[in-house]
Each structure stands twice: as structure tokens, then as C-alpha cells.
């Protein structure tokens, strides 16, 4: 079994074989939404657990909640997995897209809270922690999903779509009315490389004239400028530190299909295009993709010649396999 070194970038980029942390290591913060301290506890994992979360609080049944698409529970202000009225993880979406652009496959994670912490409102923590702890090679083959038709649903004024691509590709854009932010799109061909330097940084955004409406509802409770880009009545950004990015509203929510798309169970090969998007639209068009068979295929990387080159095969997956909806 073969260690990237500290630091080094493993991506989405086609790796033939599985991985997963090297080392336990744990974070603390608080819930955007439910304001409450959190730690959480990254563990290696076997080949083929996938990433699965499990909360250890004392008042939770400590059931695995798979981060697959059929564990979608909430998507209002953010995606949650499980049930609500039982064991759930909420605000997962950061975290799943730092784990699926780092390239790690298997992850068993430990958490003593329902949110996952919000750190500085981005995923830049997370990757920063993953490269420290390092990433494992393992000795099981990783599977894709290839998309192999294009796949669309809307929702209003708003659409997103799978088409087949070769390699990985994200394709977002925005539209609000404040002139803070206006009309925006970013593009990508993604890679762990792309998304530590061109993505991970942007952070989460909100108005506050909607703070007291997300109050009221239970939302954005543990919500700051530490955490979160704010902008004032006057249609500027209120944070000191003004922008990470120009863009950094189109790269967050880029940032945030990344995760929600990582919830496949699978990495895919092929593009994501969305226009006005957000959590829900993210969930509803994996479903889509995932619900219709004749629209991706299940493929594996062989290497050829002595390891010059690869290609992908199709396999037959199993019954049991993650994007089994």
C-alpha cells in the first residue's frame, strides 16, 4: 500500500484504487444553524465502508448514517442526512466536498452534535486537516460513475444538468437581484489540485435582512462575519476582510454542489451544469441521474503498458452498491 506524503494533493483525477485517512485526528467548532459546539472525529476506514457518519452524543442512538443520496433528509438551508426525528447530521455538504475533491473514498466519522461544525464557513479547514493527516492507498479497485446521456431537471427558473464528459467538470451559475453579487459563472475541470486553490476558500453568504426571518425558523443561529460573508442593507459586503475570491459567491455555491454530487456514493465522470442552483436542486438531480439505469454506467481504471496511460471498463456492480437508490 503506497502514502501520499504530507501536503500532497490526491484528486478526483481517475486514481485506479480506493483510499482513506492514515491517521484519527479531530476538529471542534459550531453549527451555522443550531449554534451549538461540535467536535468531530475522523477514523481510516476499510475498502468499500465508504463515508459514513455515526453520532456518539449522549442522547443519540448511534446509528451509521451512510452519506449516500438516499440518506438525504434536509435541503432547505442545508444537506442534512438521516432522520430528523432520529439520528441526524445536518450542514454536510462542506465537509463531503472536501472529502470527494481530496480523493478520499473511506472515512468512518464520529460526531457529538446533529451539525456538522461550520468552521470559517468554507471547506479550507478540511482540506488543510486531511492533507496534515495524510491519505492512504488501499488495494480494493474504486469505481465510477460515467455518465452516459444527458440528464436534466428544472425547478422553477432554475435547471441543472449531468452530460458526458471526459474527465470531471463543473459548470455553475448564479443569478440574485442584489447588485452585490448579480450574475455570475464559474467553470472547472475538476481536480484535488483546482479545488484546494480555486474553491475551498469560499465561504457560505447570506443578507441580513433575512437574519431575523432565519432566526425565528431556527436557522443561521450560530451564523458571524467569522463565518460566513454577509451583506448589509446597502447592498455591500459587510466583513472587514471584504472578498476572498471576486467571484466568491459562484465558487461557494460550486463549493456546495461539489458536496452535494459527492452524496453519489461514487465519483462521477462527466459534466454538472446548473443555473440557479442549491441544495435542493443538487439533491433532486443526482436522484434524477441515479433513478434512470440507461444514463451512467459503473467503470473501473486499468492501467495499461506498465502503468503508462489508463483506461476505464466498464463493471457489473452489485445489488448492494451505493448509487442503488
Not at 4 to 24: F, H, K, N, P, V
Not at 35 to 57: C, K, L, M, W, Y
Not at 78 to 95: F, I, K, P, W, Y
Not at 316 to 323: E, I, M
Request: proline residues 2%; glycine residues 10%.
Amino acid at each position: 500500500m503506497e502514502r501520499s506524503g504530507t501536503g500532497e494533493l490526491m484528486g478526483i483525477d481517475l486514481l485506479e484504487y480506493q483510499t482513506t485517512l492514515d491517521a484519527r485526528f479531530s476538529l471542534s467548532g459550531i453549527g451555522v444553524h443550531s449554534g451549538e459546539s461540535v467536535s468531530i472525529h475522523f477514523n481510516p476506514a476499510d475498502a468499500d465502508t465508504g463515508i459514513v457518519f455515526q453520532r456518539i452524543d449522549e442522547n443519540a442512538e448511534g446509528k451509521v448514517i451512510r452519506a449516500l443520496a438516499a440518506e438525504v433528509g434536509e435541503t432547505d438551508f442545508c444537506t442534512g442526512l438521516g432522520d430528523t426525528s432520529g439520528d441526524h447530521v445536518a450542514t454536510v455538504e462542506h465537509l463531503m466536498a472536501a472529502l470527494s475533491a481530496m480523493g478520499i473514498d473511506n472515512a468512518a466519522i464520529e460526531i457529538d452534535g446533529g451539525e456538522v461544525p461550520i468552521m470559517d464557513g468554507s471547506a479550507a479547514v478540511f482540506v488543510e486537516a486531511f492533507r496534515q493527516a495524510g491519505i492512504r492507498q488501499l488495494d480494493v479497485k474504486r469505481r465510477y460513475i460515467r455518465i452516459k446521456k444527458p440528464v436534466r431537471i428544472g425547478m422553477g427558473n432554475s435547471w441543472a444538468e449531468f452530460l458526458p464528459h471526459d474527465g470531471t467538470r463543473f459548470e455553475v451559475e448564479i443569478d440574485f437581484e442584489s447588485p452585490a453579487i448579480g450574475r455570475q459563472a464559474f467553470a472547472v475541470d475538476m481536480n484535488a489540485e483546482v479545488f484546494a486553490r480555486e474553491i475551498a476558500r469560499a465561504r457560505t453568504f447570506g443578507f441580513i435582512k433575512d437574519v431575523e426571518r432565519l432566526w425565528a425558523a431556527g436557522f443561521a443561529l450560530g451564523s458571524s462575519l467569522e463565518n460566513s460573508v454577509v451583506i448589509g442593507e446597502d447592498h455591500r459586503v459587510i466583513n472587514m476582510e471584504g472578498l476572498r475570491y471576486e467571484d466568491e459567491f459562484v465558487r461557494h455555491k460550486m463549493l456546495d454542489a461539489v458536496g452535494d454530487l459527492a452524496l453519489a456514493g461514487a465519483r462521477f465522470i462527466g459534466c454538472f451544469r446548473s443555473y440557479r442552483g442549491g441544495h435542493r436542486l443538487n439533491a433532486a438531480a443526482l436522484r434524477h441521474l441515479l433513478t434512470d439505469p440507461s444514463a451512467f454506467e459503473i467503470v473501473e481504471t486499468t492501467r495499461r503498458e506498465r502503468g503508462r496511460g489508463a483506461e476505464m471498463i466498464a463493471v457489473n456492480a452489485p445489488v448492494y452498491a451505493p448509487w442503488v437508490l
